[in-house]
């Protein structure tokens, strides 16, 4: 079944997308920004409520309090440009009651990864919505469309494909991330396209591919196009910025930093992710950080074997702690020395390509 939603990719005056970055780094401050230059903005669905001083007593009912304000303030920062998303990751529990809450916050494309959003299409199909899956490889974008076209007889509005340089959680193993031995998001996407295209012909329309990983130069992101990609998405590029919602103390970790500083993260949600190195990096290779408390926010994490809190590490993170943190990161960090605008990072990154 072909789209018949007014709702679409052309309201975007640039193929540009802020990448979801949580907790507390994209909200409605760094999508609203990026929204009023012509671009899709992300809210992050992993707990917008974290300051919310009944989010330890309630964590849902904060965060979805907190996301309806984060998604009118994009609105009213975007100025009516632009397209809002929220990020909503797989693995969180409650998973489908979070969509629901976007859905009737009013926002205009849910974009799911950190695991195959299989089953998104029952919350979303008939909604004047924008749906897209995250994807790291043209098997698992393959094994989605298959299955959306099987049980719910649609298909995606566009893909994001995820490389291995991306940040935040990665579809790779450790040593392919290490080693640099996994595929170029660009061969990826190569990949991918007959992939997306078999669905095109059946559904009659297109389904841009926008790529994430390392799209950090003009130059990048024109190869990207020129092979075949709509578009591409960033988000370490916009942490130090001055409208990034964390703390100025996580925005200056990207400053001055080099790419020696990272490291890998194994996530409780079962990823790998990668991170600017720090002292509670270094902790975690020598054995466990027992958390001090539990949210019960993501499914595969078991409170009294888990490594760590993810979600206490990024809150301390956002709240500006960079030793007890954890500051996820793409593997390309800006080589500014100072914060700028929103605006400056995407006139450097998009020029005149539209």
Same mark, same amino acid.
Request: aromatic residues 6%; glycine residues 8%; negative net charge.
């Given at each position: 079944?072909?789209?018949?939603?007014?709702?679409?990719?052309?309201?975007?005056?640039?193929?540009?997308? !802020?990448?979801?970055?949580?907790?507390?780094?994209?909200?409605? +401050?760094?999508?609203?920004?990026?929204?009023?230059?012509?671009?899709?903005?992300?809210?992050?669905?992993?707990?917008?409520?974290?300051?919310?001083?009944?989010?330890? $007593?309630?964590?849902?009912?904060?965060?979805?309090?907190?996301?309806?304000?984060?998604?009118?303030?994009?609105?009213?920062?975007?100025?009516?440009?632009?397209?809002?998303?929220?990020?909503?990751? =797989?693995?969180?529990?409650?998973?489908?009651?979070?969509?629901?809450?976007?859905?009737?916050?009013?926002?205009?494309?849910?974009? +799911?990864?950190?695991?195959?959003?299989? +089953?998104?299409?029952?919350?979303?199909?008939?909604?004047?919505?924008?749906?897209?899956?995250?994807?790291?490889?043209?098997?698992?974008?393959?094994?989605?469309?298959?299955?959306?076209?099987?049980?719910?007889? =649609?298909?995606?509005?566009?893909?994001?494909?995820?490389?291995?340089?991306?940040?935040?959680?990665?579809?790779?193993?450790?040593?392919?991330?290490?080693?640099?031995?996994?595929?170029?998001?660009?061969?990826?996407?190569?990949?991918?396209?007959?992939?997306?295209?078999?669905?095109?012909? $059946?559904?009659? =329309?297109?389904?841009?591919?926008?790529?994430?990983?390392?799209?950090?130069?003009?130059? $990048?992101?024109?190869?990207?196009?020129?092979?075949?990609?709509?578009?591409?998405?960033?988000?370490?590029?916009?942490?130090?910025?001055?409208?990034?919602?964390?703390?100025?103390?996580?925005?200056?970790?990207?400053?001055?930093?080099? !790419?020696?500083?990272?490291?890998?993260?194994?996530?409780?949600?079962?990823?790998?992710?990668?991170?600017?190195?720090?002292?509670?990096?270094? !902790?975690?290779? $020598?054995?466990?950080?027992?958390?001090?408390? =539990?949210?019960?926010?993501?499914?595969?994490?078991?409170?009294?074997?888990?490594?760590?809190?993810?979600?206490?590490?990024?809150? !301390?993170?956002?709240?500006?702690?960079?030793?007890?943190?954890?500051?996820? +990161?793409?593997?390309?960090?800006?080589?500014?020395?100072?914060?700028?605008?929103?605006?400056?990072?995407?006139?450097?990154?998009?020029?005149?390509?539209?």
């Amino acid at each position: 079944m072909a789209r018949t939603f007014d709702l679409t990719l052309n309201k975007l005056e640039i193929p540009l997308i !802020q990448g979801g970055m949580g907790v507390g780094i994209s909200l409605g +401050s760094l999508a609203g920004a990026v929204m009023k230059e012509g671009g899709m903005g992300v809210i992050s669905l992993a707990h917008p409520g974290y300051r919310d001083p009944d989010f330890m $007593k309630d964590p849902f009912s904060a965060n979805v309090k907190a996301l309806k304000e984060e998604v009118n303030k994009a609105r009213a920062i975007s100025e009516g440009k632009g397209l809002l998303a929220i990020n909503a990751m =797989c693995a969180i529990n409650r998973y489908d009651e979070y969509v629901q809450a976007a859905i009737d916050a009013g926002v205009d494309v849910i974009i +799911s990864g950190a695991g195959l959003p299989l +089953s998104l299409p029952s919350l979303t199909k008939d909604r004047d919505l924008l749906v897209a899956p995250i994807v790291s490889s043209a098997k698992a974008a393959q094994l989605l469309l298959k299955s959306w076209d099987r049980h719910y007889n =649609c298909t995606a509005d566009f893909i994001v494909i995820e490389g291995p340089d991306a940040g935040g959680h990665l579809g790779f193993k450790p040593e392919e991330l290490l080693e640099h031995s996994a595929k170029n998001v660009l061969d990826i996407l190569e990949e991918t396209k007959p992939v997306v295209r078999e669905y095109e012909e $059946k559904y009659n =329309c297109i389904i841009p591919i926008y790529v994430a990983g390392g799209m950090n130069t003009k130059e $990048k992101i024109q190869e990207a196009i020129n092979k075949g990609a709509k578009g591409v998405q960033v988000a370490t590029s916009f942490i130090p910025t001055i409208e990034c919602d964390a703390d100025i103390k996580f925005k200056e970790m990207f400053l001055n930093h080099d !790419q020696q500083e990272l490291t890998l993260i194994k996530s409780p949600v079962g990823y790998y992710g990668r991170a600017i190195a720090n002292p509670l990096s270094k !902790q975690l290779e $020598k054995g466990r950080v027992a958390p001090t408390y =539990c949210v019960n926010c993501i499914k595969p994490c078991d409170f009294k074997v888990t490594p760590f809190c993810i979600t206490e590490a990024l809150i !301390q993170a956002a709240k500006g702690n960079t030793t007890d943190g954890l500051i996820f +990161s793409g593997i390309t960090i800006p080589t500014q020395t100072k914060l700028r605008y929103v605006k400056e990072v995407i006139h450097d990154l998009m020029g005149d390509i539209k």
